[in-house]
């Protein structure tokens, strides 16, 4: 069993349509909760950074975490056909020195005009 | 505020051959890890490098080499390396002073590597 497993899509919605994206994991040393987005042939670029249970926004984005269900969600809102790309969700684990960034395996995300 | 260089962008080499990827962070920023992605595995973490130290490392062969330098730039290698090397190397960099955002990391555009 993967560390963290993500939806694997594909997924296809209208524009307009609110999107929902998620991760499940299996360790709860796991301190720090991201999601990336990835255009194609591009590297991924952050765009929610959590550490504590509950929902973070950010305009159209609202992360959640839910640490008691090793769940983590990304919502968009109003989605657009520029956010068509590939979420990966992230999770750090940190050991003494040591800081390992574990990736879900992505859901390529496609807004349809 | 510039972001992350990776050099050469693409990059074509033959079985058995070596290779040497840079990763430029952005400035300010002492740590540097890297990862491979392909379609097959995702994203795949193969080293972080810390004020020139080596502070974590995947699973990964011992091929599969970093070293960073004073300036926090650093350079992966890959020796002999095998059809299945193909991938795209991604290079982060976040500040990893203390704990918190400064754990946010940052990628690059990434080298795509194709091995014949």
Redesign the interface.
Known sequence: QKEVEQDPGPLSVPEGAIVSLNCTYSNSAFQYFMWYRQYSRKGPELLMYTYSSGNKEDGRFTAQVDKSSKYISLFIRDSQPSDSATYLCAMILLSGSARQLTFGSGTQLTVLP | KAG?TQTPRYLIKTRGQQVTLSCSPISGHR?V?W?QQTPGQ????LF?Y?SETQ??K?NFPGRFSGRQFSNSRSEMNVSTLELGDSALY?C?SSL?ET???D????????T?LTVL
């Open positions: 992350v740590s890890s990862y995702g994203l795949q973490f972080e810390f502070r974590n995947g991604l982060a990893r704990s918190g955002r754990n946010e990391q940052f990628f690059g555009p990434g795509r």
